[in-house]
Nanobody, 119 residues
Framework: QVQLVESGGGLVQPGGSLRLSCAASGFTFGTFSRCAMSWYRQAPGKERELVAEISAAVSTNYADSVKGRFTISRDNGKDTVYLQMNSLKPEDAAVYYC??????????WGQGTQVTVSS
């Protein structure tokens, strides 16, 4: 059974940095590398929104609000995807979710990790 487990969230001051990790398990050998991986976030009272995505071919895409500040990457040897977040703003505060879409278009979500940006 596929599981995605996020970690790395927490409280950070404006202008600070965090690195989120999403460790995947349950993928058969080599199938993680064929997944499209994404980070979404959801703030209270708002809809879940796409933050960043990385394809199996390692092409990336970012929400306009995070371009130049966030970087998504993946380590297929560790079945893990990362989100490096720099220059954090209060409006970046949200629960961040990891998402995987397999080669066969199956979708999986992690349980989320809280990011709080406050002085």
């Amino acid at each position: 059974q596929v599981q995605l487990v996020e970690s790395g969230g927490g409280l950070v001051q404006p202008g600070g940095s965090l690195r989120l990790s999403c460790a995947a398990s349950g993928f058969t050998f080599g199938t993680f590398s064929r997944c499209a991986m994404s980070w979404y976030r959801q703030a209270p009272g708002k809809e879940r929104e796409l933050v960043a995505e990385i394809s199996a071919a390692v092409s990336t895409n970012y929400a306009d609000s995070v371009k130049g500040r966030f970087t998504i990457s993946r380590d297929n040897g560790k079945d893990t995807v990362y989100l490096q977040m720099n220059s954090l703003k209060p409006e970046d505060a949200a629960v961040y979710y990891c998402h995987a879409q397999t080669f066969y278009k199956l979708n999986y979500w992690g349980q989320g990790t809280q990011v709080t940006v406050s002085s």
